[in-house]
């Protein structure tokens, strides 16, 4: 349609070892910054981070992070290289954390429960909801 840009889109469902994957084109309107992935129904993550800067093992251990408090509540975790000293972190393109807004890099504590505020409001997260919380 003349007017409406159109968005490339992958999903990839690799739950169970099902390597099936979709492509297409969508408007940016014909998917909520917060819905879950049409095809596991879980929320993606990703994480966005500079090479340039040598965050990828930052990134990295906040996917470990994510993962080992999430695990199976999540469709997927994704690792995407950028530039520009840029560090974001999404769920469902929702931003959840942009370092040179949120003034530097999450520490684990801090981006668990703002996931957590996007894909289970009502969760509990122990210790990590505490003050004085350990911050992993």
Not at 16 to 39: F, H, I, K, V, Y
Not at 56 to 66: C, T
Not at 100 to 129: C, N, S, W, Y
């Amino acid at each position: 349609m003349p007017g409406k840009p159109l968005y490339p889109f992958t999903v990839h469902d690799t739950h169970q070892g099902n390597r099936a994957g979709l492509s297409g084109w969508m408007r940016q309107e014909e998917r909520s910054m917060t819905d879950p992935n049409p095809t596991t129904g879980r929320p993606d993550i990703s994480i966005l981070y500079c090479t340039r800067c040598n965050w990828l093992l930052r990134a990295a251990w906040m996917a470990q992070e994510l993962l080992s408090t999430f695990g199976e509540e999540l469709g997927s975790v994704s690792l995407i290289p950028a530039s520009g000293g840029r560090f974001e972190v999404t769920v469902n393109s929702q931003l959840v954390w942009e370092r040179k807004r949120d003034g530097g890099f999450p520490g684990p504590k801090e981006l668990k429960q703002r996931v957590r505020d996007v894909i289970a409001p009502g969760r509990d997260m122990g210790h990590i909801d505490r003050n004085g919380g350990a911050s992993g």
